[in-house]
């Protein structure tokens, strides 16, 4: 059983040694494409369901940025990641009742999309004396199913959230709706530029709007290509997942 799960491991390793090249090179092509340098876009691998022993292999590789959607797998990772030179992100749905797993823990949550979220964030950053990043994830595709501010509510909150102490706003995050054609979905992005590019403008004290993050293993490209700065890239990078395991 031992010399099996090696064995795996083993190809799991070359995988993702492999995976990592094309993808580098697809980001720094789509970069380039976009008028930026390839040092402009953020690659975080989305780790759901990889095993720790792998996402540290990528990690020594040079990924120097991680996202888990799960709470409780976060947990049960977290004092096997390899920290050293990468950062923990969190970037799934969220309920206010496991914020106080998160923070000080990772270094941004990715999916803030209510005042309730919001305040218990602030409250527990402030009780343990510490400042939060966020970004605020917008339900671009008005998706009944799928969390998210709607866009029509966005300024709205994030002029709500700018104010509370503890909280850094640092972008804007979003998942367009999957399956939909490729020009669609392109239009989805841009929109969130447009978003992106309006709310830095307006200058609102404790926003920065230094991330779009959007795009992930089907379509990282076509979201670089429509400005993002960040993308979340697990599938291309890790193989399918098994959620069995």
Known sequence: ?????SSELKQRFLDVEENLKVVREEVAE???KSGRVP???TLLAATKTVPVEVINH?????????GENKVQELCDKFDSYDLSKCELQFIGHLQTNKVKYLVGRVSMIQSVDQEKLAKEISRLSVKRNLTTDLLIEVNIGHESNKSGVLPENL????????SFPGLRIRGLMAIPPAGAPKQETMNYFLQMHQYFIDIKSK????????FLSMGMSADYS???LA????????????GPRNYNK
Not at 61 to 66: A, N, Q
Not at 203 to 210: E, L, P
């Open 203 to 210: 200058k609102i004290d404790n926003v920065s709007m230094d």
């Open 155 to 162: 300024y709205e909150l994030t002029h709500t959230i700018a």
């Open 1 to 5: 059983m031992t010399e099996k799960l």
């Open 222 to 224: 076509q979201a670089i």
């Open 58 to 66: 990528g990690i020594a590789l040079g990924i120097d940025h991680i």
């Open 30 to 32: 789509a970069a380039v």
């Open 227 to 238: 400005g993002a700065n960040m993308v979340r890239v697990g599938t291309a990078l890790f």
């Open 39 to 41: 040092e402009d876009i």
